[in-house]
């Protein structure tokens, strides 16, 4: 039984002003007569609402275009000075926080490094209130023109407690950390401006699908591969997430029945083959001697530097053979992605992963193809990922871009329960069409 629609005249105007704002964020130089083709409104109604978004500032024109035996058509684009967005990445080795504005071009930014085994809650929380604190004073922006700070965390972040986001991270030694109230506490935010927090490889993948590796893909795997090693999914266009969704969590899949010991404590996980810290290990294991205070990017260098000498000497057949195996973990762990979910495009992102791409990716690749499903394994592509090492911060500052469409640019204004920006078949169309820039 179809259901009724119970859609108010406020409803349907947000919703026209959310469909406006998206077309020009995404296509932007646009006119009023292809602003009303791609949005299916009226020429009225696209007049009255550019008129309403130009009035409020989030709306400007950007130049003319030529129109067929008439007068020049006005362009208009989003102004990207009209607010601003701070992404935070806590991962591994540091905290870093990012303040852009509304073309993502980023204004300042800080960095906490965090020492080893550096996740004492109090501290990260206390990174990312100096952080927020700093790069808004450093890029002088009004605070009112902040709309909101989103945080990418490891582990796994429930929405189903009174206090908001709780994040369960085993592998950090946080649980049940009420994270969204302590930083409610801590941050500083302006009126109006939200706070939401997501897992890291989820932002990774908003990310990547918005702007970077994923545009116009309906089904995809985002690898985060960092210390450890997690992935966002993305089915029919939709990232699976939920409450209590732990899909992220890819790292801790069983890959050897009794194995190496993960961080987390069970024996066998694919982080404790794949994941940076446990490459190290494995190579320290393998004979490779390096200063007990290298930190693990450095680490990775040395042994990529080992592995493939620049200067025509003899390549180190250890640190060779341990990235190798670290290949084919890293492809059986996929393989069980691609025969579970089919997917078209599987990017392999974070910054270790970025780091031993153009190293490993062909090994990848096969050792991938060679432990899946001939059929899932025809249709899919293993490529790096777009967006560089920043892409965490970036895709957390889609979780209040997003807010801000689903409002149609007004703070005061409540989002559409059925207009839930990222998961709509419209938006998912939007991002299908969308293209390289």
């Known amino acids: ?55 409020e500032g ?9 129109s067929d035996g008439g007068r020049p058509r006005e362009l208009l684009r989003v102004s990207p ?7 935070v990445d806590v991962g591994e080795t540091r905290v870093t926080v990012e303040l852009f ?42 605070p009112e023109r902040l709309l909101g700070v989103g945080v990418g965390v490891p582990g796994i972040v429930e929405r189903d407690s009174a206090d908001g986001a709780v994040v369960y991270g085993q592998t950090i030694g946080w649980d049940a950390v009420p994270l969204e109230a302590l930083l409610r506490a801590a941050v500083d935010l302006p009126p109006g401006a939200g706070l939401y927090i997501e897992n890291g490889a989820k932002t990774l993948g908003r990310a990547e699908m918005w702007f970077g590796g994923g545009r116009g893909v309906s089904d995809a795997v985002i690898v985060l591969f960092g210390s ?16 209590r969704s732990s899909a992220s969590e890819w790292g801790h899949s069983t890959v050897h029945v009794r194995g190496r010991r993960c961080r987390c404590g069970s024996p066998g996980c694919l982080e404790a083959y794949a994941g940076a810290e446990a490459l190290i290990q494995r190579w320290r294991e393998a004979g490779a001697v390096l200063p007990p205070d290298t930190d693990e990017e450095t680490a990775v260098a040395l042994m990529l ?30 393989s069980t992605l691609i025969n579970l979910y089919n997917p078209e495009r599987v990017l392999l992102g974070g910054w270790a992963g970025l780091q031993l791409a153009p190293y490993i990716l062909d090994s990848v690749r096969r050792h991938a193809t060679a432990y899946a499903l001939r059929h899932p394994a025809e249709r899919v592509t293993v490529e790096p990922g777009r967006l560089g090492p920043d892409a965490v911060t970036v895709g957390a500052v889609t979780l209040p871009l997003a807010e801000f469409f689903a409002r149609g640019g007004r703070r005061d204004e409540p989002p559409g329960e059925a207009e839930a920006v990222t998961e709509r078949a419209g938006w998912r169309a939007a ?5 390289s820039s």
């Open 1 to 55: 039984m179809p259901r009724p629609n119970r859609q108010t005249i406020r409803d349907l105007r947000r919703n026209s002003r959310s469909a406006v704002l998206q077309q020009l964020y995404f296509d932007a130089p646009m006119s009023r007569q292809a602003l009303g083709a791609a949005t299916g409104l009226s020429s009225g109604s696209i007049s009255t609402i550019v008129a309403e978004l130009v009035a």
């Open 58 to 66: 989030l709306v400007e024109e950007a130049g003319t275009v030529d």
């Open 81 to 87: 000075g009209c607010a601003h967005l701070i992404g």
């Open 101 to 142: 504005d509304l073309g993502l071009t980023e204004l300042a930014r800080c960095e906490h490094h965090l020492e080893q085994g550096g996740y004492d809650v109090d501290s990260i929380v206390r990174h990312i209130g100096e952080g927020v604190a700093d790069v808004i004073a450093r890029a002088g922006i009004p």
């Open 228 to 243: 450890g090693i997690s992935a966002c999914i993305v089915t029919g266009g939709t990232i699976l997430s939920g409450t």
């Open 305 to 334: 530097a080992a592995a493939y000498p620049v200067d025509g000497g003899a390549p180190d057949p250890v640190a060779a053979a341990v990235l190798e195996e670290t290949a084919e973990y890293l492809g059986a762990g996929l």
């Open 431 to 435: 991002l299908g069409d969308r293209r």
